[in-house]
């Protein structure tokens, strides 16, 4: 079956660098979430889009942005990059169908930002 | 604001023994809990979850958890153990379907042989 697909999977940049993160979700999927993952964290929820509009928010720094296309996918800009901003950074999708059993979220395998 | 927490930080069982991983969550109202597990460097799987009806799920690669109200609990349990699951262990809650998970520290299970 389809999974998450996101890329890059590794990618490293400077301080003070931009980064944008790209998430394919699982197909008819109408729903993205976006986690951050330190080092040896919990993941933390940061931003979601239900339809191409933000449905949820969370502890996104100002300096991150991200919006769905009209494919769904969805983009993660990451600005003024930061040593702490260094964690593996997960996309999840689901359906937002109305009935209870399906808005289950399925998570990619991350991409793991390194910023030097 | 709903929240999960694991007690365990680290568990070290033997090949072949059983395993019980503890959830607790706080939340008003009935929560959606999800476990979910990582492999070092890789995303995470779903394993079960519980939405209502039955409190004893079961879910992929053997595993199975009891949802139970009045010690606002969900623990994961397997009855015999294999060196590949070998992991970091999530327990998550979802305020309402479709919304952000709130995860909790996770448990690092250690398989000896």
């Known amino acids: 079956a389809a999974g998450v697909i996101q890329s890059p999977r590794h990618l490293i940049k400077e301080k003070r660098e931009t980064a944008t993160l790209k998430c394919y979700p699982i197909?008819?999927?109408?729903?993205v979430y976006w986690y951050q993952q330190g080092p040896g964290q919990d993941p933390q929820f940061l931003i979601s889009?239900?339809?191409?509009?933000?449905?949820d928010k969370g502890s996104i720094p100002d300096r991150f942005s991200a919006q769905q296309f009209s494919d769904y996918h969805s983009e993660l800009n990451m600005s003024s990059l930061e040593l702490g901003d260094s964690a593996l950074y997960f996309c999840?999708?689901?359906?937002?169908?109305?009935?209870?059993?399906?808005?289950?979220?399925?998570f990619g395998p991350g991409t793991r930002l390194t910023v030097l | 604001a709903q929240s999960v927490t694991q007690p365990d930080i680290h568990i070290t069982v033997s090949e072949g023994a059983s395993l019980e991983l503890r959830c607790n969550y706080s939340?008003?109202?009935?929560?959606?809990l999800f476990w979910y597990v990582q492999s070092p460097g890789q995303g995470l799987q779903l394993l079960l979850k519980?939405?209502?009806?039955?409190?004893l799920v079961q879910g992929i690669k053997g595993f199975e958890a009891e949802f139970k109200r009045s010690q606002s609990s969900f623990n994961l349990r397997k009855p015999s153990v294999h060196w590949s699951d070998a992991a970091e262990y999530f327990c998550?809650?979802?305020?309402?379907?479709?919304?952000?998970?709130?995860f909790g520290k996770g448990t690092s299970l250690l398989v000896t042989p």
């Open positions: 999840a999708s689901s359906l937002a169908s109305g009935a209870l059993y399906t808005d289950t979220q399925y």
């Open positions: 197909p008819r999927h109408d729903t």
């Open positions: 889009f239900y339809e191409k509009m933000q449905s």
């Open positions: 939340y008003g109202a009935t929560p959606y």
């Open positions: 519980y939405f209502s009806g039955d409190t």
């Open positions: 998550a809650v979802g305020a309402d379907s479709g919304y952000a998970l709130n």
